[in-house]
């Protein structure tokens, strides 16, 4: 077979061969029966499932989230300036506000600048919300749906790069603190304040402590991501799945403060093998502080990358009347890879996004 060329000549490996798509079906079979387990947990918990506009106003103001920018052509011929969502929550928050307690979707959601074995930038993503409950009932949401997938493709253990974890295992939580601690000898709440703020110099006198590298122009949060995923992402979710819990309030720009510790959030990630499947929070309904908090993201955006996105206004309206809540946001794709133990997430992908 011939390779790819500017003439259109088919490339060898390409998805849609009939030799390459018998290998991954199965693969995208376990994928249909997990997507349909799921969709009947969600039914039998009394969840309302809405299918939401990937076209926004705003794609999301976290820092380090890319988007893919549209324009929107009206009936007039002019244009407006419009983003692919990278999550369905602001729609999903403003439909707790209008009333609906307990909503899922399922979402292709878009981010730019990702693709590896872990990354896609269409991929799907499972965000699910509670009104009026605990961030830990998120806890053993996580804990059911990890044993539905594993039950639905007949799997007795999710792996990943020599990694194993089993499903039905009881869920370990840690703190982000003692996360750092046990796997970078790092005290991390000394180097936050009571405002929440992180305190750039005292965290890098404990990673030189530590023997661990930083960049000169390294912020804070700079710098705890980078022993975030060299030394603490790695040692979790083996054997059984990580809830790595109380985030710093820095790093968790749409969750709410611990009532117990300023310097930390109601934020969790669930870990399976190294993998982070899963985000999520005790929701911030503070609109005055969301918007704080977005305008200074947005401020780091423009440092760092040079860009910055537009703040939905009416997602911080209806922050005023959202009840207190509680949400998760689950990839699903990563899930169907660890489940099904595939290599990389395009072996669980339909159809792949064309290009390298």
């Known amino acids: 077979m011939n390779k790819p060329t500017n003439n259109g000549q088919a490339h060898d490996g390409a998805w849609w061969r009939p030799d390459r798509h018998a290998d991954r079906r199965p693969a995208l079979l376990a994928r249909n029966r997990m997507m349909a387990a799921m969709r009947g947990w969600f039914a039998a918990e009394d969840f309302i499932e809405a299918d939401v506009p990937a076209l926004q106003v705003s794609p999301g103001n976290e820092t380090h989230l890319h988007a893919f920018a549209a324009n929107m052509i ?40 990702e693709r590896g074995p872990l990354h896609h930038p269409e991929f799907t993503m499972v965000e699910w919300y509670r009104a009026n409950a605990p961030y830990e009932r998120l806890f053993a949401d996580c804990q059911a749906l990890l044993a539905l997938a594993a039950k639905a493709v007949g799997a007795t253990q999710f792996s990943w790069r020599g990694s194993a974890c089993d499903p039905f295992a009881a869920i370990q939580r ?23 703020e992180g305190d750039r110099e005292a965290l890098a006198a404990r990673i030189d ?111 005023r009347i959202m009840p207190p809540a509680s949400g998760i ?28």
């Open 174 to 196: 840690v703190s982000v603190a003692e996360a750092f601690e046990r796997y970078a000898g790092i005290d991390l709440l000394a180097t936050i304040s009571d405002e929440g």
């Open 74 to 113: 009206g009936n007039d011929g002019a244009g407006r300036p419009m983003y692919l969502h990278t999550s369905p929550e602001f729609t999903a928050k403003k439909l707790l506000a209008a009333g609906e307690e307990r909503l899922v979707c399922f979402s292709r959601v878009y981010r730019n600048r």
């Open 329 to 356: 946001a689950l990839g699903f794709d990563r899930l169907a890879m660890l489940a099904t133990g595939a290599r990389r997430i395009e072996d669980v992908l339909w159809a792949p996004v064309a290009g390298s």
């Open 209 to 319: 402590k530590a023997g661990l590298r930083y960049g000169p122009d390294d912020s804070w949060s700079d710098m705890f991501s980078r022993v975030l995923v060299e030394k603490v992402e790695p040692e979790l979710g083996h054997g059984a799945a990580t809830v790595l819990d109380a985030y710093p309030a820095c790093e968790a720009a749409l969750a709410r403060r611990s009532e117990t510790d300023p310097r930390i959030s109601e934020r969790f990630e669930l870990y399976v093998c190294g993998v982070e499947l899963a985000n999520g929070f005790g929701e911030l309904i503070d609109a005055d502080e969301q918007r704080r908090r977005f305008m200074a993201d947005m401020a780091e955006k423009q440092r760092i990358y040079g860009e910055t996105y537009p703040i939905d206004e009416d997602f911080l309206d209806a922050l």
